[in-house]
């Protein structure tokens, strides 16, 4: 079953956030994950405000992308997204058509 990334970013250092940027995808491929969304226009509808940036990767599944985020290639990437963004991350699991 397939899994999501959903992630909710305000980047706080542009220069610095690149390096992240320019290393993360690598990770996501070697996983099999897939850019859905990332940046672009959104709107809250309801909860919280609107975040400055959204991203959704797909994966084919909850393990995959569970691993691909603890993976040490992923892991090096986060640490040039250290202190250049806020972040928060949650890996949903998809449901049955």
């Given at each position: 079953m397939k899994a999501y990334w959903i992630a909710h970013v305000e980047v706080l250092?542009?220069?610095?956030?690149?390096?992240?940027?320019?290393r993360a995808p690598a990770a996501f491929a070697l996983y099999g994950g897939r850019l859905l969304a990332r940046g672009g226009r959104s709107e809250a509808m309801e909860g919280r405000e609107t975040p400055q940036r959204s991203v959704v990767i797909e994966f084919d599944s909850f393990d995959q992308a569970v691993a691909c985020y603890h993976s040490k290639e992923y892991q090096q990437a986060c640490q040039f997204r250290q202190g250049a963004a806020a972040v928060e991350i949650v890996i949903v699991e998809g449901c049955v058509p």
């Open positions: 250092n542009p220069d610095q956030y690149v390096g992240y940027t320019q």
